[in-house]
């Protein structure tokens, strides 16, 4: 009687897990948390270059549109792609301010927008002023009011706080022009047009030298503490135009 077969193999063993090598380093915690820290600070370097910038004003040339106090924030991709200036020559071309490049266009620079720019004197300082004339049109001062091409510009954004008899004649505050805006040039005013340091004084402003268009007002603080409630919660949100 033949008896049933029996096998003597022996079950394969358990299949393991190489073991790690020994010299293989493992990210500690504290070298996660610096990269994630590092891409978040390059992220945020990009946005604030090419994208969208904060800035605070200072001062009250561009009243009633800016208060001094206002926050707001600019876009940077309104007319372009601009290379920030930190990143061209220090080297002055043909006498003039270095400025970042326009590596590709999206939009031009219309009459009336409020646009951030780096100050033609001074390329350490940016300033916030209106665009009130581009390449080919004429402007003129008379009597403090503002002509362009010959007539008086439809100006809703102007606000005027001297009378006639506190004019004075040989001021370009007052009386300018008329000048034609050259190519690649713009003539910004601020909307306070008795106070204002523009370029009534100190010329035109080189289209390339425009870092973006005024978006919205994110804060607003009274530094001047003539308010018992110093934040202007009314201000949150404002388009600027």
Same mark, same amino acid.
């Given at each position: @009687?033949?008896?049933?077969?029996?096998?003597?193999?022996?079950?394969?063993?358990?299949?393991?897990?190489?073991?790690?090598?020994?010299?293989?380093?493992?990210?500690?915690?504290? $070298?996660?948390?610096?990269?994630?820290?590092?891409? =978040?600070?390059?992220?945020?370097?990009?946005? $604030?270059?090419?994208?969208?910038?904060?800035? *605070?004003?200072? +001062?009250? +040339?561009?009243?009633?549109? #800016?208060?001094? &106090?206002?926050?707001?924030?600019?876009? %940077?991709?309104?007319?372009?792609? /601009?290379?920030?200036?930190?990143?061209?020559?220090?080297?002055?071309?043909?006498?003039?301010?270095?400025?970042?490049?326009?590596?590709?266009?999206? &939009?031009?620079?219309?009459?009336?927008?409020?646009?951030?720019?780096?100050?033609?004197?001074?390329?350490? %300082?940016?300033?916030? *002023?209106?665009?009130?004339?581009? =390449?080919?049109?004429?402007?003129?001062? %008379?009597?403090? *009011?503002?002509?362009?091409?010959?007539?008086? @510009?439809?100006?809703?954004?102007?606000?005027?706080?001297?009378?006639? /008899?506190?004019?004075?004649?040989?001021?370009?505050?007052?009386?300018?022009?008329?000048?034609?805006?050259?190519? &690649?040039? #713009?003539? @910004?005013?601020?909307?306070?047009?008795?106070?204002?340091?523009?370029?009534?004084?100190?010329?035109?402003?080189?289209?390339?030298?425009?870092?973006? *268009?005024?978006?919205?007002?994110? !804060?607003?603080?009274?530094?001047?503490?003539? +308010?018992?409630?110093?934040? $202007? !919660?009314?201000?949150?949100? @404002?388009?600027?135009?």
């Amino acid at each position: @009687m033949a008896e049933p077969v029996r096998s003597f193999s022996k079950p394969p063993p358990s299949v393991k897990p190489a073991p790690r090598n020994a010299e293989e380093p493992r990210k500690s915690a504290l $070298r996660e948390y610096g990269e994630a820290f590092g891409i =978040a600070i390059l992220l945020a370097l990009v946005i $604030r270059s090419f994208l969208i910038q904060a800035y *605070k004003i200072p +001062s009250g +040339s561009m009243e009633p549109t #800016l208060l001094i &106090g206002d926050h707001l924030l600019v876009n %940077k991709l309104a007319y372009g792609l /601009r290379m920030p200036d930190s990143l061209f020559g220090l080297t002055p071309l043909a006498g003039e301010i270095p400025y970042g490049r326009y590596l590709m266009r999206l &939009g031009r620079v219309h009459r009336g927008d409020v646009v951030v720019f780096v100050f033609p004197m001074d390329n350490t %300082k940016d300033f916030i *002023k209106r665009v009130i004339g581009v =390449a080919g049109d004429s402007v003129a001062v %008379k009597d403090g *009011k503002v002509y362009l091409n010959g007539s008086p @510009m439809n100006d809703p954004h102007g606000s005027y706080e001297l009378s006639s /008899r506190d004019r004075v004649r040989l001021s370009p505050r007052d009386n300018f022009g008329p000048v034609v805006v050259p190519p &690649g040039k #713009l003539f @910004m005013m601020g909307d306070n047009r008795d106070h204002s340091y523009d370029s009534r004084f100190w010329g035109f402003v080189n289209i390339d030298a425009v870092e973006g *268009k005024a978006l919205v007002i994110y !804060w607003s603080w009274d530094s001047d503490g003539n +308010s018992l409630l110093p934040v $202007r !919660w009314s201000r949150f949100g @404002m388009l600027i135009h």
